[in-house]
């Protein structure tokens, strides 16, 4: 009898739990920490975009909204593999698969070289740098080998339109033009040169191609990029532990010397006809004979008066010597969605499931960047397929794939939103919410992005803020002024968007981002606050883009 209680209690407490999931008003630590274990695991490998970890992970995730019962509103088609390559497998009547599938190029140096020629006191010094720990070729141009002088032209940007032209009054023809990268103004929004120029380039997504076309319209034969610095990166943190250096040939010192990272664009975009290769931190400094001095002061002095005044390096001659290697994939980003009672609106809520894969001998398991971001997304996903009422609007999670690439997989999705026949009215953006900075020593501070015009979305993040269990202190930031992730195509296109992110620290883009390390308790927070905003967003849609 004691035992016949005993079951009919565990069926009672069982019954009682699953009702309790049903309707629950708070996502908990169990509902995102398996997704997060899983895809941080070495199973994947560092998840890379177009290698097998980076497709086993697009699987999981599409077997995830299936057992959800999310609708699939990716292609019609499917692809396997052929003799020669991938090939289209239109599905049976009017299915759906959770992939958005789409094609990238994937490029790197066949053969790659680049030296320096510097004249110092009648002698003439040759520096052969090395690949992929001093200089790495970024946009691709077939073969070349060439012999020339560097000039500086600022950020390489000349806009009729705006009255700023960093090629005025210099003759770059057959010579090599040093640039810096983003636009002017940007270590410094409040700047004229932002004002005029930066923001409005950066919000109509001028890209380093079309600086490419700018440097062959003027005549130039290759560009060499010199990161601005006065722009403080992650990359420049002190690293504890092992010596493991973030993987950007802008770190300081040398990005790793075991693996050439590979260069992915969109099919015909990547073709540059110009050579383009970016320098580290101290050939940068060499080449500009007084170290960074010199640049700083040349930015300081452009943001203030928004007028560029290019120079010729003098006594130094570029030599480089370059042959592409290439090979086309199809990657896929995973679409599910809840339907809502009103169609025409869609939240999308997304992060990007993509990281660095393997590097020489070790996995990049890339937890906090950016299994936290996909698990918190799946989450938030499972959160709302297992209410009973319908949401007022669609809500669509997405995962996107190639953001360590630069965002490729969002900006497909956003080029492609004619598909979606639904306009978004907010963008909810994941991407590391797992840790801590090194300052936030207390572990309750978030950065929270939205753009500059949604002043009312930003009040009401705040007020929510102020309303949970334990606030968090707020970092709120103009998210249109920056690009670092997913939610920059969604800003350019007009979208709201809101970012979360909890803070750099030592483990980004190392080895050593590991699921352990993990601060569970605070992404439980910070997954907790995002569904209270998509629930404001979804009974306030008139109120989200308000200034």
Request: proline share 3%; glycine share 10%; charged share 20%.
């Amino acid at each position: 009898m004691k035992r016949n209680f005993l079951v009919l209690a565990f069926l009672i407490g069982l019954i009682t739990s699953l009702l309790g999931q049903t309707n629950r008003v708070e996502i908990k630590v169990r509902d995102f920490e398996g997704h997060l274990a899983f895809l941080s695991s070495g199973w994947f490998e560092g998840r890379e975009t177009g290698e097998n970890g980076g497709y086993m992970a697009a699987d999981y995730i599409a077997s995830q909204m299936s057992r959800m019962g999310l609708l699939p509103i990716g292609d019609r088609v499917a692809y396997q593999s052929g003799q020669t390559g991938l090939l289209k497998m239109p599905l049976v009547g009017s299915d759906q698969v959770y992939n958005q599938f789409f094609p990238l190029e994937r490029y790197g140096a066949g053969v790659a070289s680049l030296g320096l020629e510097i004249a110092k006191e009648g002698q003439s010094i040759r520096y052969l740098l090395k690949d992929s720990t001093d200089f790495r070729f970024v946009l691709r141009s077939g073969s070349f080998e060439l012999d020339a002088s560097p000039v500086f032209v600022g950020y390489g940007v000349a806009s009729e339109e705006l009255g700023y032209d960093d090629y005025k009054g210099i003759d770059v023809r057959g010579k090599v033009v040093v640039l810096i990268s983003g636009f002017p103004g940007q270590d410094d929004v409040n700047s004229l040169a932002w004002k005029k120029v930066g923001s409005v380039l950066e919000r109509k997504g001028f890209s380093n191609e079309e600086k490419a076309q700018i440097a062959l319209k003027n005549g130039a034969s290759m560009v060499i990029e010199v990161r601005n610095p006065l722009i403080k990166s992650s990359s420049q943190m002190p690293l504890t532990g092992t010596a493991i250096k973030p993987l950007s040939i802008y770190a300081d010192g040398v990005s790793d010397e075991q693996y050439s990272d590979l260069e992915f664009c969109f099919p015909n975009s990547g073709d540059s006809e110009i050579p383009w290769a970016k320098l580290n931190r101290y050939w940068a400094s060499r080449l500009f004979g007084q170290g960074e001095t010199r640049l700083e002061d040349w930015i300081l002095q452009n943001d203030k008066s928004a007028r560029s005044s290019s120079f010729v390096f003098n006594d130094t001659r570029i030599f480089s010597k370059y042959q592409v290697r290439k090979s086309n994939i199809m990657v896929s980003n995973l679409l599910g969605m809840i339907k809502g009672e009103d169609t025409t609106k869609t939240i999308v809520i997304g992060a990007h499931y993509d990281h660095l894969g393997r590097r020489g001998d070790g996995i990049y398991y890339g937890s906090d960047d950016n299994a936290s971001g996909t698990a918190g997304m799946l989450s938030l996903a499972e959160y709302w397929s297992k209410r009973d009422a319908k949401p007022k609007y669609n809500l669509l999670f997405a995962a996107w794939t190639g953001e360590e690439k630069g965002k490729l997989g969002s900006k497909w999705f956003v080029k492609e939103l004619k598909s979606l026949r639904s306009e978004i009215i907010l963008y909810m953006n994941f991407d590391m919410i797992s840790r801590s900075s090194p300052f936030d020593v207390d572990c309750d501070s978030i950065s929270v992005g939205i753009p500059q015009n949604c002043t009312n979305l930003k009040t009401q993040v705040g007020r929510l803020n102020a309303q949970i269990a334990t606030p968090f202190k707020l970092d709120q930031w103009n998210s249109g002024a920056h690009g670092g992730s997913d939610y920059a195509p969604f800003i350019g296109a007009g979208v709201p968007a809101v970012a979360f992110f909890s803070g750099f620290h030592a483990d980004y883009h190392t080895p050593t981002d590991r699921f352990y390390k993990a601060d569970l308790t605070k992404m439980n927070r910070i997954v907790n606050l995002a569904n209270q905003i998509i629930i404001w967003a979804l009974e306030n849609q008139k109120e989200i883009g308000k200034p």
